[in-house]
């Protein structure tokens, strides 16, 4: 069923100030949505600013040139007077970092814009689509409500986002529809060439001494159904990387041959261990995140789970192999 645009109109039609965010760590889709839709939003005269909980990758700069997305900081006064907060590419607290305890003391509407089965309360008004394969398509739908075709700006963001949230094409939720969007973002000056090699082609020396290790780290277990692999804390001093520079090496692990599900363990700084899960067809590894208190898509999912990281692979190795049981 298509979304019902009305209430989001409604609101941009009678509000002013809007506060944009997505989740932390954030990736094409969340930063491409956020700049994507500011671009609509100040076309209609509206105040915007742009904010994240976390350091943004460097590899996405190119996204932000003028760094117009502020890393938000608590208790967050410069921002008390936004007229409505959106949410996009998440729905949980906890990928909202600091910025979920802002969102708390807010007695202003709310909005989510997302893809994602994992749903928490925020006290929002919520325009979900499970089947959308990317944020930025749900975005570019508004901004077509609004009556506002994306500049050549807003297309380049919002392919970035349709892009890689779709492998560049390449995943299953890739559809006709998906090439469909691409060819619109591509007429209104989306240049997919230049996109490419800025993601993909343009890694730092010490991101791939990172991927070094993590490759000769791959291991197999469930009788070669599960691929997994790791980032230690040491790992960075060593090669010189940056956590961010971890971004998109969970792939590695599903891509290994007769692979079910591919798991990659990441120590945080501040304690806890990040979980990326990637599976194949027939585990849906976001059910799985769930009982960790992550979550996902059913084919790539997360978690941030306490405890060492030899106690956190068991843990997980154990409930994938449960999943993998009832597949």
């Known amino acids: 069923m298509p979304t019902d645009w009305t209430p989001f109109i409604d609101l941009v039609r009678t509000r002013h100030k809007f506060l944009l965010t997505t989740h932390v760590r954030p990736d094409p889709d969340g930063l491409g949505s956020q700049l994507g839709l500011a671009d609509a939003l100040e076309r209609m005269g509206k ?3 742009l904010v994240i909980s976390s350091n943004r990758p460097p590899r996405y700069d190119f996204l932000d040139p003028e760094k117009r997305i502020k890393r938000f900081e ?10 409505v907060i959106v949410i996009l590419d998440t729905g949980t607290w906890n990928q909202l970092g600091d910025f979920g305890v802002f969102l708390k003391s ?3 509407p709310k909005i989510v814009i997302d893809h994602h089965l994992s749903q928490d309360e925020l006290g929002a008004t919520r325009f979900l689509d499970t089947t959308s394969e990317a944020t930025g398509r749900l975005v570019y739908d508004a901004m077509s409500a609004l009556g506002q075709p994306p500049s050549s ?6 392919f970035a986002a349709l892009a890689t949230d779709t492998g560049w094409f390449r995943h299953a939720n890739t559809s006709a529809a998906t090439f469909a969007l691409a060819e619109k973002l591509m007429q209104a000056g989306a240049n997919p060439t230049i996109l490419y090699d800025m993601i993909y ?4 020396l010490p991101r791939l001494k990172l991927l070094g290790l993590v490759l000769f780290r791959l291991s197999v277990a469930e009788n070669g159904k599960v691929a997994m692999s790791e980032v230690r804390k040491e790992d960075y001093a ?3 990387a940056i956590p961010q520079d971890t971004e998109d090496m969970v792939n590695y692990t599903r891509s290994v041959a007769g692979v079910e599900v591919g798991l990659f363990f990441l120590e945080q700084p501040a304690g806890g261990i990040k979980v990326s899960f990637r599976a194949r067809q027939h585990v849906d590894v976001a059910k799985v995140a769930e009982k960790f208190g992550g979550g996902g898509h059913r084919l790539a999912a997360g978690a941030t789970i306490q405890g060492t990281l030899d106690e956190v692979k068991v843990r997980v190795l154990d409930a994938i192999g449960e999943a993998l049981s009832r597949s």
């Not at 608590?74 to 007229?83: C, H, N, S």
């Not at 700006?153 to 919002?158: R, T």
């Open 106 to 108: 807010m007695n202003v």
């Open 238 to 240: 060593s090669t010189g």
């Open 74 to 83: 608590l208790p967050g006064d410069q921002y008390k007077d936004a007229e």
């Open 201 to 204: 082609e343009q890694n730092t």
């Open 47 to 49: 105040d915007v600013r």
């Open 153 to 158: 700006w807003a297309a380049n963001c919002l």
